[in-house]
């Protein structure tokens, strides 16, 4: 059963460090994305690769965020330094993205509270 | 820039009774069409999409959605809701830029 796989599931962190997200895609993906969904502002788009290669992470705060795919079975999303704004659910989902149509699999999210 | 609309943050529906979720998008050109569901503390799943094949879409558990150009709309309906069926769900589009924009969700309760 092809899954997205994100680790970790939960994390708390004090403000300042360092946070690292991983997201393993689907095999044969095409394309990459990365949501953030918060109480207030529900699902934010912050950033997207198509064949590893980032269209838009115009989403992204800039000055602390960074998001890469090292290969095609790893993303990473990293904070650094993660202040308590941030605290969030943090999803990754991967699509087979042909003509526009941007269908997108979920994992089950990486649950960030930072103190 | 492309968007969607859900109305009604939590809604309300007895075990039963039809559900009806409404989504309205901003275009003139027709754009991808998707209802997601979330349970707690999961991803989000699809429920069904619309890619232009067919006005009237079926999806997972029982649940159908129609697109309606000429409203702009793609509600989201199930005849009888069953407990099960409470959750957050979600309507997105995409125009054809690999983009997904979702809706501010609805929380559906059931009340039995």
């Known amino acids: 059963d092809a899954r997205v796989t994100q680790t970790p599931r939960d994390k708390v962190t004090e403000m300042g460090q360092e946070v690292t997200m991983r997201c393993q895609p689907i095999l044969g993906h095409n394309t990459v994305f990365w949501y953030r ?4 502002q529900g699902l934010e788009l912050l ?39 941030d605290s969030a659910v943090y999803f990754c989902a991967s699509g087979l993205v042909v003509g526009g149509n941007a269908e997108a699999f979920f994992g089950q999210g990486t649950r960030l509270t930072v103190v | ?26 275009s003139s050109v027709p754009p991808y069409l998707f209802w997601y569901v979330q349970y707690p503390n999961q991803g989000l799943q699809l429920l069904l999409k619309y890619t232009s094949a067919a006005t009237l879409v079926k999806g997972i558990n029982g649940f159908e959605a129609e697109f309606k150009k000429s409203e702009t709309s793609f509600h989201l309906t199930k005849p009888s809701a069953h407990m099960s ?9 995409s125009y054809g830029n690999n983009r997904l924009a979702f809706g501010k969700g609805n929380q559906v309760v059931v009340i039995p």
């Not at chain 2, 069926?85 to 589009?93: I, K, L, T």
């Open chain 1, 37 to 40: 969904q918060t109480m207030m």
């Open chain 1, 47 to 85: 950033a997207y690769f198509r064949n590893r290669a980032p269209l838009d992470d115009s989403g992204m705060p800039k000055d602390r965020f960074s998001a890469e795919m090292p290969d095609a079975t790893l993303a990473t999303l990293k904070i650094q330094p993660s202040e308590p704004r």
């Open chain 2, 1 to 26: 820039a492309q968007s969607v609309t859900q109305l009604g943050s939590h809604v309300s529906v007895s075990e039963g009774a039809l559900v009806l979720l409404r989504c309205n998008y901003s």
């Open chain 2, 85 to 93: 069926d409470a959750a957050e769900y979600f309507c997105a589009v």
